[in-house]
């Protein structure tokens, strides 16, 4: 019995690395969202919304999966920058309190502020000249796409870009291409 219990398991592992393995040879990466959001009235409230793996390392020209897998089914945005300085830091700077000059320039690049109107966003899509360019955004998750594949353009190998999710924008990323 426990030997059975072991092939079983040497065989799924085979198998896992075989899935890899061909994910790794079709020159696909997967980002999904992660986490959930909790409200405890009068406690407080929670996230954990996340972009899992946040830092990412990528081949020129290899595309990259953003796919909505988080418990609380929510939209997301991802929006790139190149600049670290755009990135959301302090939870001032979230809610528009503490002044981020990047900050805006970046979520308004997406959405034209903070907090953005859902029922009309203004989002600068990147995916129709390519995705590369500070500002460019698409949304995927509740009420969207389920997934969205680009591929990275005007970016350089050795260079590093960033994203965030303009809705959670404490939801961050990071992609190195390699050359
Ligand atoms: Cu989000």
């Not at 996230?47 to 939209?75: C, H, N």
């Not at 503490?98 to 029922?119: I, Q, V």
Request: net charge negative.
């Amino acid at each position: 019995m426990k030997r059975r219990l072991v092939l079983v398991t040497v065989g799924v592992m085979a198998i896992t690395a075989l899935a890899l393995a061909a994910a790794a040879a079709a020159g696909s990466r997967t980002v999904t969202t992660r986490g959930d959001e909790v409200l405890r009235v009068n406690v407080g409230v929670n996230s954990t919304l996340r972009f899992s793996p946040g830092p990412l390392t990528v081949a020129v020209g290899e595309s990259i999966t953003w796919e909505a897998g988080d418990k609380i089914g929510a939209p997301h945005t991802v929006t790139l920058t190149r600049n670290p300085d755009a990135l959301v830091e302090t939870f001032l700077e979230f809610i528009g309190i503490e002044p981020c000059a990047e900050c805006d320039a970046a979520l308004g690049a997406a959405f034209g502020g903070h907090f953005p109107d859902m029922a009309a966003p203004v989002l600068e899509l990147g995916l129709g000249d390519g995705f590369g360019d500070d500002g460019d955004s698409f949304l995927f998750g509740n009420g969207f796409p389920p997934s969205v594949t680009v591929t990275l353009e005007n970016v350089s190998p050795g260079e590093t870009v960033f994203y965030f999710c303009a809705i959670h924008p404490w939801m961050q990323g990071s992609i190195e291409v390699q050359g």
